[in-house]
T-cell receptor, first 116, second 115 residues
Framework: AQSVTQLDSHVSVSEGTPVLLRCNYS??????LFWYVQHPNKGLQLLLK??????LVKGINGFEAEFKKSETSFHLTKPSAHMSDAAEYFC??????????????FGTGTRLTIIP | DTGVSQDPRHKITKRGQNVTFRCDPI?????LYWYRQTLGQGPEFLTY????????KSRLLSDRFSAERPKGSFSTLEIQRTEQGDSAMYLC?????????????FGPGTRLTVL
């Protein structure tokens, strides 16, 4: 079974400073990895995904993540935090392989707080 | 572009009552997923449809839960004899179904409160 571990349940950064949200994964296969963001009272939105192409993945709103197989990590970063980035972030792994089923396995989430 | 919609957005019910939720996926999406999210946790997979066929069910989906997608379009999730432990956000997602790496798009969820 595949799993992800989000190493921080809560991260606080000042506006304009870098953001680092950490994620480690466990997988028996070559995984697909995702970061989703959940703003209050809004649906989950895909930030970015890794699917065995380039190891550095760029997403929306200036976020990016680097797949490091040797460290089994997929950390999410952003050079400069904005107030609108305050949300819950989920690291996600797809349950591969199977019969085309992309059952997603979510981490427990990291709440990002931006300090003005 | 219309996203995934869910109805109702909120449901409050008394223990023992039956509830039904509806999910309308993005049009022409072949795959539809149901997840459950409890407070402070990430969503957990419940079940999955490829067109109208229900292909996988999680152990979380007890006998009181049933899901359908009769014409391969919208889906319903019914919970019979609700229990307080069923209180959660129920999320629906859909995807095109173009292989192992297509993207799941999520709806806003239905928040269930069982009193």
């Amino acid at each position: 079974a595949q799993s992800v571990t989000q190493l921080d349940s809560h991260v606080s950064v000042s506006e304009g400073t870098p953001v680092l949200l950490r994620c480690n994964y466990s997988s028996s296969y070559s995984p697909s990895l995702f970061w989703y963001v959940q703003h209050p009272n809004k649906g989950l939105q895909l930030l970015l995904k890794y699917t065995s192409a380039a190891t550095l993945v760029k997403g929306i709103n200036g976020f990016e993540a680097e797949f490091k197989k040797s460290e089994t990590s997929f950390h999410l970063t952003k050079p400069s935090a904005h107030m609108s980035d305050a949300a819950e972030y989920f690291c996600v792994v797809s349950d591969l392989p199977s019969f085309g089923n992309e059952k997603l396995t979510f981490g427990t989430g990291t709440r990002l707080t931006i300090i003005p | 572009d219309t996203g995934v919609s869910q109805d109702p957005r909120h449901k409050i019910t008394k223990r023992g009552q039956n509830v039904t939720f509806r999910c309308d996926p993005i049009s022409e999406h072949n795959r539809l997923y149901w997840y459950r999210q409890t407070l402070g946790q990430g969503p957990e997979f419940l079940t999955y449809f490829q067109n109208e066929a229900q292909l996988e069910k999680s152990r979380l989906l007890s006998d009181r839960f049933s899901a359908e997608r009769p014409k391969g379009s919208f889906s319903t999730l019914e919970i019979q004899r609700t229990e307080q432990g069923d209180s959660a956000m129920y999320l629906c997602a859909s995807s095109l179904g173009q292989g192992f790496t297509d993207t799941q798009y999520f709806g806003p969820g239905t928040r269930l409160t069982v009193l």
